[in-house]
């Protein structure tokens, strides 16, 4: 079984940031990838960002040049810097890790809301 914990969602201001975190543990996987996505009420759950085992990096239009994703391998982590949050970031966001073999995995989501 692999678990995944995210952190870091709360209630922030237009423009303001927050860094969201995704840990994996439980059974070993080999993580061909991770990934961030989110649902607000009444939408489909939307690609964020993703991150690749080669670095590689995939952005939603919506978020490019505000939201930067990043890995720790060694720590099996994810992050999700956001910047320059608006109302329309407000959503429930997901992790997500992609094994080798195809195998995927999503944690339980955390609320970002953006509100003045």
């Known amino acids: 079984q692999v678990q995944l914990v995210e952190s870091g969602g709360g209630l922030v201001q237009p423009g303001g940031s927050l860094r969201l975190s995704c840990v994996a543990s439980g059974r070993a996987v080999s993580i061909y990838r991770m990934g961030w996505y989110r649902q607000s009420p009444g939408n489909q759950r939307e690609l964020v960002a993703t991150?690749?085992?080669?670095?590689?990096?995939n952005y939603a239009d919506s978020v490019k040049g505000r939201f930067t994703i990043s890995r720790n391998k060694a720590q099996n982590t994810v992050y999700l810097q956001m910047n320059s949050l608006n109302v329309e970031d407000t959503a429930v966001y997901y992790c997500?890790?992609?094994?080798?073999?195809?195998?995927?995995?999503w944690g339980q989501g955390t609320q970002v809301t953006v509100s003045s």
């Open positions: 991150i690749s085992v080669d670095e590689s990096t």
């Open positions: 997500k890790i992609t094994s080798n073999f195809g195998g995927e995995y």
